[in-house]
């Protein structure tokens, strides 16, 4: 069986909600970038993890891996991660 590389362009959308606006303006420089290079980084990692076709399938369960990850490394920042969607 052969895998080519294949370029894949996903959006992800977050909603957040900042519950301690003093860990977000002092624990994180720019919370607003550090959020959303996260929310990439998770992106790429829980993708990374599957095959193409399963992406499509497995799409709820990658938003919910995703939200959940996010979630545990934000709370220092005091943001909270509501929901991600692909």
Known sequence: ???NNVNL????????RIV???HASYGVEDPEFA???LAQT???SELGKI???????ERENLNVNIGE?????SEAWGIT?????I
């Open 69 to 73: 990850s996010i979630y545990r490394a």
């Open 51 to 57: 095959s193409l076709d399963k992406v499509f399938r």
């Open 81 to 85: 991660c509501l929901r991600y969607e």
């Open 35 to 37: 959020i959303t290079q």
């Open 9 to 16: 362009n996903i959006d992800g959308v977050l909603y957040l």
């Open 20 to 22: 301690n606006p003093y």
């Open 1 to 3: 069986m052969w895998y």
């Open 42 to 44: 998770t992106m790429r």
